[in-house]
């Protein structure tokens, strides 16, 4: 049996009825994964914390993409522990300040909003310029790592070409009070390496084609190129780590950050791309789109901010 559940702006998303059984209450749970800058995921609590183009934070329901949430108050989710959402707010008055806003991850409410002085030279930012680009990203538990990196930009590459330079930070924030505190970078638990090829003990034997692994590293995208469709030239096979094939779809890109929610549901991020429809170019931003695994029906899209610059560059 399938069902039309309505979502905000008149859409409509056909559910199954497996699905139905499966869409959670929005409560976040105790952790969380970082898809990617300002993506957080949340497989217990079936949600996804992600940056509203028009600015804010949206709490979105993984399954039929509805919005639990939109806040105002912060504008990048940066680490979700123990039902708190940690965001990076509004530019501060200062260039180097951080303005961290700590939310309830239930509701979107604003708990707490601390101002952090970060060395003279840094440069914080929610959007990519052309001479820099900051980050702040978790690590485990409260800690924070955050990065500023510049460069000097210039029309001509010269014999000695100025390297970029690079600041980097910890800090650690208290769940309850919002309070936050520099921290030395070595007393940062050390962060494991997470690189989005599947590595040797993560492959699967059985299969060919190139192997991607999920955020949380519990599922495998097997990626191969077809021949015949120039529009989606790519076949993604979705196993979960025991090997089992949870189903297929067909992609214009080779890979992407994703994430399988209750073994039944992909969510993934699409490239902005332009398509000709109809004799029109339609033009589609850097979205997140959701996939019914069981059927390859598509549940729900939803556009995502994207920081990287997208200006001129000088001559």
Known sequence: MYLINKLAGGRGVILSSCLLAIIGTGVAQAQSTQM????????????????????????????????RWHSNSA???????????????????????LNLVLLDADNGQA???????????????????????????????????????????????????PSQTQQTGALSVDLNSGDVATVPVARLPARPANPINAQPQEQLQAVTGRQFVSADRAHILVSQRRSGDSLQPYQWDIYNASGTLLGSISEQFSRSDFMVFNEAVLVYVAEPVQIRADNEMVAYPLRLVAVELATGHSLWSQPIRDTRYQGPYPP
């Not at 504008?75 to 200062?94: F, H, N, T, W």
Request: aromatic share 4%.
């Open 36 to 67: 990617r800058d300002g993506l957080l995921a949340d497989p217990a609590g079936l949600s996804l914390f992600s940056m509203n183009p028009a600015g804010g934070v949206d709490a979105i329901n993984a399954i039929d993409g509805s919005i």
């Open 111 to 161: 708990l707490a909003a601390r101002i952090v002085a970060l060395p003279e030279a840094v440069q914080v930012s929610i959007n990519d310029s052309l001479q820099s680009r900051f980050s702040v990203a978790p690590v485990t538990g409260q800690f924070l790592a955050w990065q500023n990196e510049r460069r000097l930009v210039q029309g001509m590459f010269t014999e000695h070409q």
């Open 75 to 97: 504008q990048r989710p940066v680490l979700l522990q123990q039902a708190r959402l940690v965001a990076q707010g509004s530019p501060a008055a200062r260039s180097n300040e």
